[in-house]
């Protein structure tokens, strides 16, 4: 479980995952990151991006697909899944700091307040992400591009529709409100432990939805078609938020899965790469 250390400047959370997921010093961590972004791809304009957040050696090409397809401005908002059952089911940090091995990426706590204001159902909390990995991987990737941001970490741990668009309306609410340029991030893998046909199969479908920017669409296919995407939640809210900003389309940018790393392909997760725009 993450520490969190007080300071007068709120919480700093030190990082959890640092040296499983990804190499644990900034050089090491710095170089890894190298290998699977693009630094001459053409960029687009985007308002929000679906990212993957296993260990960088298996989902690190999808996610250093999303983040070099896309133009990066200063402020972000991060929304990823609650893997671990603690805290509340609708977390949100206003205040502090987060950690990894290439640096300190402060809160923005002026667009944090603002979207907890404009919601019903967001709390402050910090318990959801003490030991949650899924906000915390995507920081490298911005890092390595941008020496400084700012962020807004939520978690989910909810499937419910109305709880969903509520977090996405408060997100578009405050940005509007406070005429930020900021790059909306859906952390989520795709299927789990599936053979690679099923998974395929199953994350077409879901990435359907999400190409169609439909988010009710996206949860009946979950659970209709029993699709383990850890991030439909994240995805669903991204998509209410994206809209609300003027999104118009997504597109695909990359699509893989763990077997195109270790050969195994009889039990797979499937890792997609979106670009909201």
């Avoid at 939520?154 to 578009?172: F, K, N, P, R, V």
């Avoid at 190409?211 to 659970?223: Q, S, Y």
């Avoid at 383990?228 to 695909?252: T, W």
Wanted: aromatic residues 8%; contains cysteine; glycine residues 10%.
């Amino acid at each position: 479980m993450a520490k969190f250390f007080h300071q007068e400047a709120g919480m700093i959370r030190e990082p959890v995952v640092a040296g499983r997921f990804y190499q644990g010093t900034a050089a090491g961590l710095r170089a890894e990151v190298a290998r699977y972004v693009d630094e001459k791809r053409k960029k687009c304009r985007a308002i929000g991006i679906v990212s993957p957040h296993a260990g960088f050696m298996y989902s690190g090409p999808a996610a250093g697909a999303a983040f070099s397809a896309v133009n990066l401005p200063d402020t972000f908002v991060i929304l990823g899944p609650n893997h671990t059952g603690y805290g509340k089911p609708g977390a949100i940090q206003t205040t502090g700091a987060w950690k990894t091995p290439l640096g300190t990426v402060k809160i923005d706590e002026a667009l944090g307040k603002a979207i907890l204001s404009g919601s019903d159902f967001l709390e402050e909390d910090e318990i959801a992400f003490a030991s949650e990995h899924s906000i915390e991987v995507q920081l490298p990737f911005i890092q390595y591009f941008k020496k400084e941001f700012s962020f807004v970490p939520i978690c989910l741990g909810t499937a419910q529709l109305s709880h969903l668009t509520d977090t996405g309306e408060a997100i578009a609410k405050a940005v509007k409100h406070l005429k930020k340029e900021v790059l909306l991030v859906a952390s989520s893998d795709m299927s789990h432990y599936e053979p690679q046909a099923d998974a395929e199969r199953k994350d077409k479908s879901a990435l359907e939805a999400i190409l169609n920017m439909d988010e009710k669409l996206l949860l009946k296919k979950v659970a209709a078609e029993n699709i383990s995407m850890c991030g439909f939640g994240p995805v669903s809210s991204v998509l209410v938020a994206g809209r609300a900003l003027g999104a118009k389309s997504a597109k695909l940018v990359k699509y893989m899965t763990s077997g195109d790393t270790s050969g195994d392909y009889s039990a797979v997760v499937g890792y997609a790469a979106v670009a909201i725009e």
